[in-house]
């Protein structure tokens, strides 16, 4: 296996995947995107349908969903990627996933989050408070995490942080946003 000297992440709110058609070309997007880790947010689909997340060459999947059919995480590891997991972590409602492993003997944490629509900065900061001895310099956070723009209009801003070791929140000057009009932002 040849060694990759970059690591490519790509992430996508797919705001459901219980449609055939609508898993078959999210399934085509990320096989074009020849990344190494896919990062999904609000897939809606349940513990007993997490079956159908099937992308060819995309073995490695992990999943966090709730009962109901309105969130749900997963995190996709490409087969061309050396990962070994070690640890997951994710909570029984499906709005976060948390993995740790390593990729050519580099520890790396990955941790995908899909924010509640009221109550996100909160939210956001107790994830980080219960994974803070999980997160080091070699953590990715990844997401989308709803803000709210104010009155009844809600504004979602997909990005992702790299964090470093944090005090209650990742510092300033440790994190990378990537705003909803970014020349990343892909319609599937």
Not at 92 to 107: D, F, R, W
Request: aromatic share 6%.
């Amino acid at each position: 296996m040849a060694i990759n000297t970059y690591l490519s992440i790509i992430t996508l709110n797919v705001n459901g995947l219980n449609i055939p058609i609508k898993r078959h070309r999210v399934a085509d997007w990320i096989k074009k995107q020849k990344s190494s880790i896919c990062c999904l947010q609000e897939t809606h689909l349940r513990a007993k349908d997490t079956y159908r997340l099937n992308v060819r060459g995309w073995e490695k999947i992990f999943y966090a969903s709730g009962q109901d059919r309105k969130t749900g995480v997963a995190l996709l590891i490409s087969d061309k990627t050396d990962f070994k997991t070690k640890a997951i972590k994710k909570d029984k409602e499906g709005h976060y996933l948390m993995v740790k492993g390593s990729i050519q003997e580099e520890a790396i944490t990955i941790i995908n989050i899909y924010t509640p629509n009221i109550g996100a900065p909160r939210y956001i900061q107790q994830i980080l408070t219960d994974t803070k001895g999980e997160i080091d310099g070699n953590t990715v956070i990844v997401g989308d995490f709803s803000k709210n723009a104010g009155g009844d209009v809600e504004k979602r801003v997909p990005s992702f942080t790299i964090g470093g070791n944090i005090n209650g929140i990742i510092p300033r000057e440790n994190s990378i946003a990537i705003p909803q009009k970014s020349k990343y932002r892909t319609n599937i």
